[in-house]
């Protein structure tokens, strides 16, 4: 069955710096890829959803990219403030509506004032 | 709404005692997920309801029940605790996707974090 990687578990960033968090997975059929934000104490939100045809997606402060060829989902905040402190988590779905997510083990994130 | 509550918030079992947990959800969502998160792994799908349809993962088939009464509830159940069921439950919810999107969002709840002494 699918297997998905996360690296690295723990990062610490000053803040302004950059973060970048990678899923890599294993599944060829894999195409739905979801990026969510655990701030202590509180739910999973989900930060982006990407289609396996798009490539590059551009959100609030951060972009995701998806290889398909290398299998690798990637997570760039690009100026890293203190609000992003927190555990995120990718997941990985395949497009035969069997409803289920197959998580990474999460990158606890740390950004330094 | 997009809200998924989630009681108890914190659960003390003894070993061998049943565990009874609730999750609801008012998106009229038609599938009700739950996973199992331990320290440092990654949330671990257990079971899910599509509709009024169990479906249980199976390496964890004997271990966990559920049911599910109306479309706004789901229960985890656990017939006797053991030390390894210690570890935050999640329950997430959904809805089947449309306009050929099968996927739709799961949104989870804050959790239930059950200690087994």
């Known amino acids: 069955g699918e297997q998905v990687e996360q690296r690295p578990p723990h990062l610490s960033v000053r803040e302004g710096d950059s973060a970048v968090i990678t899923c890599t997975y294993t599944?060829?059929?894999?195409?739905?890829f979801f990026w969510y934000k655990q701030e202590p104490g509180a739910s999973l939100q989900l930060l982006m959803k990407?289609?396996?045809?798009?490539e590059i997606n551009e959100g609030q402060g951060f972009t995701v990219l998806l290889n398909k060829k290398d299998k690798r989902l990637s997570l760039n905040l690009t100026a890293a403030h203190p609000g992003d402190s927190a555990a995120y988590f990718c997941?990985?779905?395949?497009?035969?509506?069997?409803?289920?997510?197959?998580f990474g083990a999460g990158t606890r994130l740390k950004v330094i004032a | 709404d997009t809200t998924v509550k989630q009681n108890p918030r914190y659960k003390l079992a003894r070993v061998g005692k049943p565990v009874n947990l609730i999750c609801s959800q008012t998106?009229?969502?038609?599938?009700m997920y739950w996973y199992q998160k331990k320290p440092n792994q990654a949330p671990k799908l257990l079971l899910f309801?599509?509709?009024?349809?169990?479906?249980r993962e199976a390496d964890t088939f004997e271990k966990f029940q559920s049911s599910r009464p109306n479309n706004s509830f789901c229960s985890l159940y656990i017939g006797s605790a053991g030390l390894e069921y210690s570890a935050m439950y999640l329950c997430?919810?959904?809805?089947?996707?449309?306009?050929?999107?099968?996927?739709?969002?799961?949104?989870f709840g804050p959790g239930t974090r059950l200690l087994v002494l």
């Open positions: 997430a919810s959904s809805r089947k996707g449309t306009g050929g999107f099968n996927q739709d969002t799961q949104y």
């Open positions: 599944d060829p059929n894999s195409y739905y």
């Open positions: 990407v289609f396996s045809s798009t």
């Open positions: 997941a990985v779905s395949e497009d035969t509506g069997n409803y289920k997510y197959v």
């Open positions: 998106m009229n969502h038609d599938t």
């Open positions: 309801y599509y509709d009024k349809i169990l479906n």
